[in-house]
């Protein structure tokens, strides 16, 4: 068939990749006088699982839609792209955003590609160094302030209404229109929707656009009907499994640590109408999910990426699949360089072996797991 936003081809992603704006701007609040702005994101791939979903109990197919291969490493790219590229359009002078992390990375490499200055509020030591150096990187005014994710974003609402400055959060409803790009790509690939589609969910802007995207390809007939949505928050930092803001929210996963999503509605009305279900993840759960995708995947995400995996794992091991046979995707939100501090966190050991071919062997533990080889013949 052909797909929309391919218009001149049969099958998705043949030709080159154009980024968000072009490949799908029939789709999009875009019109002739939009900029086609543009890192060339979008076009991440749907990556079969090879040993996590095989060992999972019931008829399951998992898939991982590895969104860390965006530009700036995150699935933000995305929204961001659209959303720059209509301040752009309207004339917008700056842009702003508060952010954990990623949105301030994205934001600041599509304002510098956009040529203009961003201000980014973040909240004073919780925002991971990878996040932190690309947004510095890409020039953009870092303000961190006492408080929270929350109090960011109420300062950041505060100057966007009294001030001629672009606010490029997930309450843009042009961040929306561009993350919903992803859920025509998981259709494309599929030629179909997912049975369930896992989320992690923060500031639940993601999971409230994939929904929407997902309803799109259905009312323009490319899918049937659309996945039950499936949200993972952090132990604490679950204010929508909680029904409630949560004052202080802790999780090692800094890109899900907010205690009132500004999707919240939105996000609920996701999961209930695609008859979905919302529940939280240990910070054991996710690390564990985060070790086995760098270990038995090959994909290295950010932690918050894993909460979606963590939280498949355990619906699985409690039969929640088990009418199957069913498709599950699991979005991973970012790359796994975004946060270096926690990937190091286990390390180990890096004390220097001397340079002699069995000592190095017997460090690596080669010896032991795999027994001794025969030398190669000189």
């Known amino acids: 068939m052909t797909v929309a936003g391919h218009a001149d081809t049969e099958l998705p992603y043949a ?38 979903g095989p060992a999972l109990p ?15 490493g995150s699935f933000k790219d995305r929204g961001m792209v659209v959303a720059v590229a209509k301040a752009l359009e309207a004339g917008a002078r700056a842009t702003i955003c508060a952010s954990t992390g990623n949105t ?16 980014v509020v ?12 690309q947004t510095v990187r890409h020039g953009a005014r870092v303000v961190p302030v006492s408080g929270n994710f929350d109090d960011c974003l109420r300062v950041v609402r505060d100057i966007v209404a009294r001030y001629p400055i672009a606010l490029l959060n997930s309450l843009n409803p042009y961040r929306m229109d561009g993350q919903k790009t992803a859920a025509f790509e998981v259709c494309d690939a599929l030629q179909a929707a997912p049975t369930y589609h896992a989320l992690p969910v923060g500031n639940a802007g ?8 997902y309803c799109h390809y259905r009312e323009l007939g490319m899918i049937g009907l659309q996945p039950h949505m499936l949200g993972f928050q952090a132990e604490g930092a679950a204010p929508l499994v909680k029904g409630k803001p949560i004052e202080k929210p802790e999780t090692r996963a800094t890109a899900i640590r907010i205690g ?38 090959g994909l290295f995400v950010e932690p918050a990426s894993a909460a979606s995996v963590a939280g498949v794992i355990r619906l699985a091991e409690h039969g929640f699949f088990d009418d199957g046979p069913v498709t599950v995707v699991c979005t991973l939100t ?30 690596a533990g080669i010896l032991e797991s795999a027994g001794r080889p025969e030398p190669l013949p000189r």
Do not use: F
Request: hydrophobic share 40%.
């Open 122 to 133: 973040i909240p004073h030591g919780y925002i991971a160094l990878g996040k932190l150096a």
């Open 334 to 363: 970012g790359h796994g360089l975004k946060d270096p501090d926690y990937a190091l966190d286990a390390a180990p050991n890096l004390e220097p072996s001397p340079p002699e071919a069995e000592a190095v062997l017997d460090r």
């Open 15 to 52: 030709g080159p990749w154009r980024g968000v704006i072009a490949e799908y701007a029939d789709l999009l609040p875009v019109a002739e006088q939009t900029p086609r702005l543009t890192l060339l994101e979008g076009g991440t791939p749907l990556i079969p699982s090879v040993r996590i």
């Open 206 to 213: 993601n999971v409230t656009a994939y929904w929407w995207g």
């Open 104 to 119: 301030s990375a994205s934001a600041a490499a599509y304002s510098a590609r956009a040529g203009l200055p961003c201000m």
């Open 260 to 297: 009132n999503p500004a999707r919240w509605r939105d996000a609920m009305r996701a999961i209930r109408e695609s008859r979905g279900h919302i529940t939280t993840v240990s910070e054991d759960e996710i690390h564990t999910a985060y070790s086995r995708l760098a270990a038995e995947e």
């Open 58 to 72: 019931g008829d399951l197919r998992l898939y991982l839609k590895y969104e860390g291969l965006n530009p700036t």
